[in-house]
């Protein structure tokens, strides 16, 4: 018996980026998705989030498909039932069994529903009668908080998906100061007696500025150096810039933000200049300004910008050489102890959440509400002396 193919996330090229389609069971393109995809990346979509809704929208096509089921002739019932097979990791079985041994996490099961419901609204808006009746009106409840804008939608409501996933908050993993200090003086370390950095000056540069930033590490990669402007009797800051021709299709998720750093960020910067220049990056690029500060010097082509893969091999040796790291360690911990430092530091949630890029503060809110309230976490350091360390991250 022939085994029945599902629908499978395809990855394409297009011109110097990546992105991602669904293709079918029988290899034709989700075209219903396919449109959904496309609007996606007309809106600027980034191609992570596309890929993450690839994914999520290639199980409910085969969830379809294995029913034999239309897309445009679905209710609530087979998204209960899907809902109920991300849950048992089984979408691709016709039978469910009564006991399964794994659940999905609700992080990734609520992920999945994002994109499903994320598609059926794009139809709704183009006309499609089943898609409008999987949303229903609400209207704000005195006391609850309202977005911005929520005038707008006072008079007539706002449309909320009918499937939702509750997802249960967990407390944000975060670095302590001990451990981020071992880590930078593990990758580089001033000799005062030869005044040189020995080791990989590169690399306590990015910590350093991930720490002090809160950049996520693909904002920090796209950083090319007309993207730093560096301190001339003005305060040193950077500007976080949303760009198309990154070779590895990484970009501003926030889009346009301003960021100000202390003197001590900006005079590494300056030594890991001098250093590429000492290593004749000067000569080599044609175009410095536009030339990425992260970039390689041991393997690959010289001067390339840095691969993100490259930085998590090199975390994991450093994590399996220092013991104090957590073994969980990823970059994106340093955006979330920044964020928890300068809460704990007493900085507003809303200074926070434009720092950080957040589009909305209910993000920050919901991601961070509970910092404040974390008597052992504000005592395991003095955190606004790790701030005010920072130099001018308040500055307007």
């Excluded at 019932?77 to 990791?89: A, D, H, I, N, S």
């Excluded at 598609?119 to 977005?147: D, K």
């Excluded at 911005?148 to 407390?171: I, M, N, T, W, Y």
């Excluded at 994590?319 to 970059?331: A, D, I, N």
Aim: include cysteine; aromatic fraction near 10%.
């Amino acid at each position: 018996m022939q085994e029945e193919v599902l629908a499978i996330t395809q990855r394409v090229a297009i011109g110097k980026g990546t992105t991602w389609t669904v293709l079918a069971g029988d290899y034709r393109v989700a075209e219903p998705v396919e449109q959904y995809l496309e609007y996606l990346r007309s809106t600027d979509s980034s191609p992570n989030t596309i890929k993450s809704y690839a994914r999520g929208l290639a199980l409910w096509w085969s969830f379809l498909e294995q029913r034999s089921q239309a897309w445009d002739a679905v209710g609530l019932t087979e998204l209960g039932t899907f809902v109920g097979q991300l849950r048992r990791k089984n979408v691709a079985q016709e039978v469910v069994p009564l006991r399964s041994p794994e659940r999905a996490a609700d992080a990734t099961v609520a992920s999945r529903i994002r994109a499903v419901m994320g598609f059926y609204r794009y139809h709704a808006a183009r006309g499609v009668e089943v898609a409008g009746q999987l949303y229903e009106t609400v209207h704000a409840r005195p006391g609850s908080y309202l977005p911005f804008l929520e005038h707008v939608a006072r008079k007539h409501g706002r449309r909320s998906s009918v499937v939702k996933v509750r997802v249960r908050a967990k407390p944000v993993p975060v670095l302590l100061p001990g451990q981020m200090t071992a880590l930078r003086e593990a990758d580089a370390s001033w000799d005062p007696a030869a005044g040189v950095w020995s080791g990989e000056l590169r690399y306590r540069l990015l910590w350093t500025l991930l720490e002090e930033t809160g950049l996520r590490l693909g904002e920090a990669l796209g950083l090319r150096h007309r993207d730093w402007k560096t301190g001339t009797g003005t305060t040193a800051q950077i500007e976080v810039v949303h760009q198309e021709a990154h070779p590895y299709g990484l970009r501003a998720k926030s889009g346009y933000r301003r960021i100000f750093i202390g003197s001590a960020l900006d005079c590494l910067y300056g030594d890991w200049v001098w250093a590429l220049c000492e290593a004749g990056a000067d000569v080599e690029l044609d175009d410095w300004d536009g030339a990425y500060i992260f970039c390689n010097l041991h393997r690959g082509r010289r001067f390339a910008p840095l691969r993100p893969e490259s930085v998590y091999k090199h975390l994991n040796a450093r994590k399996s050489q220092l013991r104090g790291l957590p073994t969980e360690m990823t970059p994106h911990w340093y955006r979330h102890t920044h964020a928890t430092a300068l809460l704990l530091a007493g900085v507003p949630m809303h200074v926070v959440s434009r720092r950080l890029g957040h589009a909305d503060v209910q993000t920050t809110i919901n991601t961070y509400a509970h910092v404040t309230e974390d008597a052992e976490l504000r005592a395991c350091a003095d955190w606004q002396k790790i701030t005010q360390s920072w130099g001018s991250w308040n500055e307007r």
